[in-house]
Structures are given as C-alpha cells and as structure tokens.
C-alpha cells in the first residue's frame, strides 16, 4: 500500500516551453502532496507544499508564478513549470501524506520526474 | 530553525563491513526522525522511523536510536552489502510543515 507515481519519469523540453509533471496517490487519499526539488548531490528542498482543493503554500525563494501547482483532488496533484530554462532542470519529486489519524507524519514519495531543459 | 545534519560523503566500504553514518538535528518540541533511502535512479524510500526519544527503528538490518539527550538518529548496519549502495537521508517532522532533510549521504560498498 501507499504508492505514490509520478509521471512523466523523464522529459527533456526546449527553452520557453511549459511542462506538466502529474503525482498520484494510487491507493490512499493524500491529505497533502508536497512538491521537492533534488540538486545534484544535495538534499531535497522543499518548493511547496499542496491541499486538496486551496491554493498551494511555497516556500520562500520559489516563484509560484512559475512553478504553478494544482492539488485537483485527493489523489492528483500538477505541478507545471512554464517557460522553463536550463537552470529549471532538476529532478522534482512529489510525496503524499495520508489523512488525518493515519501517520500523518509518514510520508510517501514518488519516483520523481527529471526535466531537462535544452 | 529545524535543521538536520548529516556526515558528509561518500563513504566507501568493503562488503561485510560496519556501517555507521552520523545524523544530529536542531528542532523545537520533540520531532519524529526518519531515515529514507534513495536507490540509483529511483525515489525515496522510507527506511526506519522514530517517534520518540529512545525509540529503536529498524529494517533490513540497518537500525537507529532516537537519542534526546544528544540530539541524534544515527544509522547503522552490522555487515553492509553492495545492494546498499545508495544515499541515505536523514530527516526530521515536526508537524508544523513538510519534513526537513539533511544533505544526504552517499553509500558505495565494494565487493
């Protein structure tokens, strides 16, 4: 249990365009989806973290106009970088918690999706 | 702020060997602390947990000790394989945001 996907797994786009990365929760409801973006060999940060149905809450230094995340329903959240740049390529990862009263505090991370922007 | 520190890398070990990698953390109130695993081209994978000070984790022979006293969740493992070859992260939750990571450590273990 507790699969979190993401897809697609590995894009490369031109420089300008806009590119969606979809994260799952197949077989639980996702109170919250958090978005992570993964430098190489540093640690994983923290862009922004999503609930079904607001806005989404970013973290500083993100540019929510640029990274436009949407958390439709409890199992799908979007993130969509637009008018990506090469400096946007990075390895971004979505995990989910489950609801409330289920180790809220264990989260499940997907794959990860690797955007390179030529 | 929360923050969570790890032993820098890689760390390079022969097969069979003893495995410890340092994790300390800074946080208010009393967190949960996680070790994830992240395989060669593959996601995080929650490793072992802990909830509260001296709480043992453990799985697939790695474990940690949530130790209050000195702020510390290190892991271990008695006798390392290559299939662990991985980076390791530490992490801690506190329930106010998302949780806080530390840099990782690269893992390579040689035959």
């Known amino acids: 249990g507790a699969v979190v996907s993401q897809h697609p797994s590995r894009v490369i786009c031109k420089s300008g365009t806009s590119v969606k990365i979809e994260c799952r929760s197949l077989d639980f409801q996702a109170t919250t989806m958090f978005w992570y973006r993964q430098f190489p060999k540093k640690s994983l940060m923290l862009m922004a973290t999503s609930n079904e149905g607001s806005k989404a809450t970013y973290e500083q230094g993100v540019e929510k106009d640029k990274f436009l995340i949407n958390h439709a329903s409890l199992t799908l959240s979007t993130l969509t970088v637009t008018s990506a740049h090469p400096e946007d390529s990075s390895f971004y990862i979505c995990s989910a918690t489950l609801l409330a009263g289920v180790s809220t505090d264990t989260q499940y991370f997907g794959p990860g999706t690797r955007l390179t922007v030529l | 702020g929360d923050s969570v520190t790890q032993m820098e890398g890689p760390v390079t070990l022969s097969e069979e060997a003893f495995l410890t990698i340092n994790c300390t953390y800074t946080?208010?109130?009393?967190?949960?602390l996680f070790w994830y695993v992240q395989y060669p081209g593959e996601g995080l994978q929650l490793l072992l947990k802990a909830t509260k000070a001296d709480d043992k984790g453990s799985n697939k022979g790695f474990e940690a000790t949530y130790r209050k006293e000195t702020t510390s969740f290190h892991l271990e493992k008695g006798s390392v394989q290559v299939s662990d070859s991985a980076v390791y992260f530490c992490?801690?939750?506190?329930?106010?945001?998302?949780?806080?990571f530390g840099s990782g450590t690269r893992l390579q273990v040689q035959p």
């Open positions: 992490a801690l939750y506190t329930g106010r945001r998302a949780l806080t």
């Open positions: 946080a208010t109130g009393y967190p949960s």
